[in-house]
C-alpha cells in the first residue's frame, strides 16, 4: 500500500491532550472525526505547543491552492498545528500561504532555506513571508548544510546573522537546522542557537538513533522526517507504529496531499500499544530486503545532466528488484521520458547525495533489470 508520503510519531515529557481517540477513524462519522484532537507537545527548547503529528509541505506541489486550503482546514478541524515547508518545494509556501488565509493563528508554521550567506537568508526569509501571507514565521531552519557549509552559514556574513536579525525583529521565532548526515546532526547538538533538529529516523535508518536521546537531554526539539524511508518502506502503517514507539522523537510530518491521507496518517498513529512480535518480525525482514544501499528519494541528487528522474527511476526498480513486481513495475518505468540507459555518467549527482549512494552503478544495473 502506498498512500502514505511520510508520516511520524514521538511521545517525551511535557505533552498534554486536547483529545485523542483510539478508534478506527475509517469506521466513523465525518462529524466524529472532526471531534478527534491530536496530543500536544512543547516543541523542545522553543516552548511551541504542537500537534503530535505534523504536516510536511512536499506533495502539494502537485494538487493545488484550493485543494491545499482544504487540507489545512480539515487539518484545523483534526486538531494539527505544525506545519513544514521550505523555500526548495516549489509552489509549497504559496499553496500553505493560500490555505492559510483566516486561519494562520491555528497553526505553527515552520520552513526552511539553502542559503549560507547573510545576503541570501535575508532575501529567502522576506520570499517566505511574502508566499506564507503572513508576518512571522514559528521556525525557520538552516537546511541540510554540509559540514564546511556549516561554517559558512555561522561565520562572519554568513546566514545565522540574517536569521539571528530577523528573530530580533520578531519576523522569525525560533532557529532550527536540517541534516543527513550524522556529523552535522551531533555537531548541531552543541550549537546553542539551534532549537530544532530535523533527521531521517525510521525502521531501516538508525544511523541517528543515539543522537536522538541528546536531543531529549538538551531539550532540543527533534522533528522526524523519511519515517518510510522516501517510500522505499510500503507498509506505512508499520512503519508509523514504530516510529511513535521511540520517545525522544517529538514530532514528525507526513507528506500529505489529500484529506484521505490525513486520515490514514491519523489512524496509522492512533495506535499506542507495544509493537507485537509479529510487527518485529516484520521490521526485520523490511531491514533485510533494503539494507542501507536504498534510496530515500530526497531529489538532492537532481537536476540530472540528461534529465533522468533517478528516484523515480530506483522506486520502480525497487519494486522489480525487491518485491517481484516485474510488470507493473517496467510498465511504471516506460513512462519515464528518459531512461536509466541514457546516463552518461558525468558523476555530478554523486556528491549532492546525502546517502552517498553509487548512483552511476545502479542507474546500470537499473537499465539492465529493466532493459532499456
Known sequence: RFSVFQCMFYELA?????????????????QERERIKMKTRRLGKTGLKISRMGFGGIPIQKIDEEGTKKLLHTMMKRGINYIDSARGYTVSEQYI??????????????????????????????????????????????????????????????????????????????????AHSTAVFERALDLDWVETIMFPYNIV???????????????????DMKPLAGGAI?????????????????????????????????????????????????????????????????????????????????????????????DWAKDRYRTLSVKASACIECGKCEPRCPYHLPIREKLKQCAKDMGE
Open 14 to 30: 511535557n505533552y498534554s491532550y486536547l483529545y485523542y481517540d483510539k478508534i478506527s477513524i475509517g469506521s466513523v462519522s465525518e
Open 97 to 178: 500561504g493560500y490555505g492559510l488565509e483566516g486561519i494562520r493563528d491555528k497553526f505553527v508554521l515552520a520552513t526552511k532555506s539553502m542559503a549560507r550567506t547573510k545576503e541570501a537568508m535575508a532575501a529567502d526569509i522576506e520570499t517566505s513571508l511574502k508566499n506564507f501571507r503572513t508576518d512571522y514565521i514559528d521556525l525557520y531552519q538552516v537546511h541540510n548544510p554540509s559540514m564546511e557549509q556549516l561554517d559558512q552559514v555561522i561565520g562572519e556574513g554568513g546566514a545565522l546573522e540574517a536569521l539571528m536579525e530577523a528573530k530580533s525583529v520578531g519576523k522569525i521565532g525560533h532557529i532550527g537546522l536540517t
Open 205 to 223: 535508518e538508525q544511523q541517528g538513533a543515539e543522537l536522538l536521546q541528546r536531543c531529549a537531554e538538551k531539550n532540543i526539539g527533534f522533528i
Open 234 to 326: 510500503e507498509d506505512a502503517t508499520l512503519a508509523l507504529r514504530y516510529v511513535c514507539s521511540n520517545p525522544d522523537v517529538t514530532v514528525v510530518i507526513p507528506g500529505m496531499a489529500e484529506v484521505h491521507e490525513l486520515d490514514e496518517n491519523i489512524k496509522a498513529c492512533s495506535n499506542t500499544e507495544p509493537l507485537t512480535e509479529e510487527e518485529l518480525a516484520k521490521m526485520d525482514k523490511i531491514r533485510e530486503q533494503l539494507g542501507n544501499d536504498f534510496c530515500r528519494r530526497c531529489n538532492y541528487c537532481a537536476p540530472c545532466t540528461v534529465g533522468i528522474n533517478i528516484p523515480s527511476v530506483f522506486l520502480f526498480a525497487g519494486y522489480l528488484q525487491r518485491y517481484d513486481l516485474a
